[in-house]
């Protein structure tokens, strides 16, 4: 079928288009089948149109203490033969700064409900060996703490999200950890933290509170969440810096009833002021946030291969992976209800690909990196950049080593992965002001699966330059795209795309990077941009 489809923040319209397309809806049709004959598709950009700003956050991160992702994937210690910068491995900040991390959540997960910051201070061969509850009951050294974690932040340029613990902490636990990390060094936790080798304090901009606290965070029903966050709100605060962004636990997948609870009882100070009571309009949160999980169909139980996967599989992914445009559209009509000026940003604060991971990983939640997750970021970014309106904060979980990362570690050996080159292509959205996209594509079908062949989202930047992000999620069909634009005059197209020979190629330590990005034709027309996308690739695309 052909379809033609609006895609803008918060709405999507889908409406027949035999009579407007240019290709009729039977010859696409009759090409289903027939991997030689390239698919056409065409889409339409308002490049003059004023939109929302893409919030550079959306391209965060989020590292846990979980198998691999800190210790080896980031710290290896001063002592370490990897090279490295007290402590922090050389190879992964020099990667993650190429890419412009913009913020990192940390410590957790659900390890951070568990996690009490003072074992993480202080001098190294003093702090307690702990055990990681949350993760397998694994060692925890704690060798990697607030120190470390704002040294590595500071190595790579990017901002602290901090998910303080209310699952077994306390508030006056977590208000410690604020005062520690932002008192002026005058104060008594200042000059505790500068006798641990840091006067300044650090700038905490944004502060979870809590994690999944309906699930390993602490069992809590909305209510209660919603109780608890109100007390914390009231005492976590910052003592330079800006005021910190306070991010409430949303809800998991599809849990609508949650988010109605949480914005109806945690949004505001007070909800029903009386006439003479002091009130305020301030959101008690700056944001609430969203966790899903991309697996091959819809069941935890039964996630899928990450390697060795067939078609089925890589479409089942993709179809739960466009789940994340529905689920951001319902979570935002429900908080347009409490808040219809957008003043409370949806922070996605973990998602991506999550299969199961091989017998022989060599660490709890190691995943092999395939085409396939290239294209799931590819879909979920440009989602995300389609609801720049309400979602200002998305994080990948998990940054190295551990489900969905950007790279991959193995002893002194570092790999980027398929995901870190999407990420290094789509940074121009960083900041930009995304633009309305008009996509007429022919259906990707295989079995039950149907969805656009192709996925678009589009931006402008400061300096003018206009930037589309596709995904082809045909595995076998190329796809003749020609994009519309209105505006210019368009003087310059180039474009960059990445493929692989097969759905489930992996990146591997021993052979050459097979997704390095490469140079695709752009041809400027009389209306705008035509490209030959190949099957299974992801593209970006510059118009000056
Ligand atoms: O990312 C792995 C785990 O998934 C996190 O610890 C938890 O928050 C979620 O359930």
Not at 146 to 170: C, R, W, Y
Not at 329 to 350: F, G, N, W
Request: hydrophobic residues 40%; charged residues 20%; aromatic residues 10%.
């Amino acid at each position: 079928m052909f379809q033609a489809f609006q895609r803008w923040p918060g709405r999507i319209t889908l409406a027949l288009a035999a009579a407007s397309a240019v290709y009729s809806a039977s010859a696409n049709a009759g090409e289903q089948g027939d991997p030689t004959k390239a698919l056409r598709s065409e889409v339409t950009i308002s490049a003059g149109a004023g939109g929302p700003t893409i919030d550079p956050d959306i391209y965060g991160q989020f590292v846990e203490h979980l198998g691999r992702g800190v210790y080896e994937g980031i710290w290896v210690g001063p002592d370490s033969a990897i090279p490295n910068v007290r402590g922090i491995r050389s190879d992964v900040v020099a990667a993650l700064r190429r890419v412009k991390v913009p913020v990192i959540r940390w410590p957790g997960g659900c390890f951070a409900d568990g996690y009490h910051w003072r074992d993480g201070i202080g001098p190294a061969d003093k702090r307690p060996r702990g055990i990681n509850a949350a993760w397998s009951k694994s060692p925890e050294t704690n060798a990697f703490g607030t120190h470390e974690f704002m040294d590595f932040l500071g190595q790579i340029g990017a901002k602290p999200f901090i998910s303080v613990n209310l699952g077994s902490g306390s508030v006056r636990e977590a208000d410690d950890w604020l005062r520690y990390m932002t008192a002026p060094q005058d104060s008594a936790p200042g000059a505790e933290r500068a006798a641990n080798g840091r006067a300044q304090p650090w700038e905490v901009p944004f502060i979870g509170v809590g994690n999944e606290s309906w699930g390993c965070g602490g069992n809590m029903s909305a209510d209660t969440y919603a109780a608890a966050f109100r007390h914390y709100s009231a005492f976590l605060r910052t003592y330079s810096g800006e005021r910190a962004k306070l991010i409430a636990v949303g809800a998991d997948t599809d849990d609508y009833a949650w988010t109605d609870r949480v914005m109806a009882q945690a949004m505001k100070w007070r909800s029903q002021p009386t006439p003479l009571s002091l009130t305020t309009d301030r959101p008690l949160m700056w944001g609430l946030s969203l966790h899903f999980y991309t697996f091959a169909g819809n069941d935890w139980h039964a996630k899928g291969r990450n390697v060795d996967f067939d078609e089925n599989a890589w479409a089942a992914a993709l179809a739960r992976a466009d789940l994340t445009d529905e689920l951001i559209r319902r979570h935002s009509e429900i908080m347009d209800r409490y808040d219809p000026e957008k003043r409370v940003a949806l922070a996605v604060d973990e998602w991506g690909g999550w299969f199961q991971s091989e017998k022989d990983a060599p660490s709890q939640l190691y995943l092999e990196s395939t085409l396939r997750d290239a294209l799931i970021a590819a879909k979920s970014l440009n989602i995300f950049n389609r609801h720049a309106d309400r979602v200002k904060m998305a994080n990948l979980a998990q940054m190295v080593n551990v489900i969905q990362s950007l790279v991959l570690t193995r002893g002194a050996a570092m790999v980027v992965t398929p995901t870190y080159h999407v990420f290094d292509m789509y940074k121009v959205h960083q900041g930009a002001q995304a633009l309305p996209v008009t996509v007429a594509t022919p259906d990707y079908i295989q079995g039950k699966v149907r969805l656009p062949g192709i996925d678009v989202s589009a931006s402008r930047d400061a300096a003018g330059k206009l930037h589309v992000t596709i995904a082809n999620l045909d595995p076998a069909r190329a796809n003749r795209l020609n994009i519309r634009l209105d505006g210019g005059p368009w003087r310059r197209a180039s474009a960059r795309v990445l493929t692989a020979d097969r759905i489930d190629t992996r990146i591997t330590f021993e052979g050459p990077d097979p997704f390095v990005p490469q140079p695709l034709p752009a041809r400027l027309t009389a209306g705008g941009v035509e490209l030959d996308l190949p099957s299974k690739s992801v593209t970006v695309l510059e118009v000056e």
